[in-house]
């Protein structure tokens, strides 16, 4: 069975700084991985998804890696700002095609 | 494209009562999920259908949920005879298919409270 794990689970940063949130994954069987971002009492908002034989990808401050191979994923935020204040999950879908596996997530706080 | 909409945002209901959760996915969009959301975790996977075929469910839907997707269009989820442990956020998302590497597309929930 799947297992998706973040961490940290918090993390409080102030404006500026550079930061990486972490994911890893137990079954490196996975076709993609889906960065999102989830604002209080809201739905998801897909940021990043990188396939299987890629290594990154890119979106403006955002950049996700993908090591297969080791079962992790990051994701670098560069120049925090309090409008990134929210909470990321990473997902993975895997075996069954059909679904995506989730971590609990990482609660940012960019701090001004 | 006006998004993933779910109706109604929230909804308090009585234990033992019956609910019923509506979903409408990006237009086009012939792959809708349902995922259960608690608090401080991650949303887990319910159910999914190919446009009106539901071609998985997960060991999570009891006997006393019910999703349908009659038309191939929106989508309801039905919880009958509901508990205080069905209290959840209730996620739909949508995606084109075309394949494992479309991404998916949330809507903003239904958030259940069970009294």
């Known amino acids: 069975k799947q297992e998706v794990t973040q961490i940290p689970a918090a993390l409080s940063v102030p404006e500026g700084e550079n930061l990486v949130l972490n994911c890893s994954f137990t079954?490196?069987?996975?076709?993609?991985l889906q960065w999102f971002r989830q604002d209080p009492g809201k739905g998801l908002t897909s940021l990043l998804l990188?396939?299987?034989?890629?290594r990154e990808q890119t979106s403006g401050r955002l950049n996700a890696s993908l090591d297969k191979s080791s079962g992790r994923s990051t994701l670098y935020i560069a120049a925090s700002q309090p409008g990134d204040s929210a909470t990321y999950l990473c997902a993975v879908i895997g075996g069954t095609a059909s679904k995506l596996t989730f971590g609990t997530g990482t609660r940012l706080q960019v701090t001004l | 494209d006006t998004g993933v909409s779910q109706d109604p945002r929230h909804k308090i209901t009585k234990r033992g009562q019956n609910v019923t959760f509506r979903c409408d996915p990006i237009s086009e969009h012939n792959r809708l999920y349902w995922y259960r959301q608690t608090l401080g975790q991650g949303p887990e996977f319910l159910t999914y259908?190919?446009?009106?075929?539901?071609?998985?469910k997960s060991r999570l839907l009891s006997d006393r949920f019910s999703a349908e997707r009659p038309k191939g269009s929106f989508s309801t989820l039905e919880i009958q005879r509901t508990e205080q442990g069905d209290s959840a956020m209730y996620l739909c998302?949508?995606?084109?298919?075309?394949?494992?590497?479309?991404?998916?597309?949330f809507g903003n929930g239904t958030r259940l409270t069970v009294t």
């Open positions: 079954d490196s069987a996975i076709y993609n």
């Open positions: 259908f190919q446009n009106e075929a539901q071609l998985e």
């Open positions: 990188i396939q299987s034989s890629q």
């Open positions: 998302a949508s995606s084109p298919g075309g394949g494992v590497h479309s991404p998916l597309h």
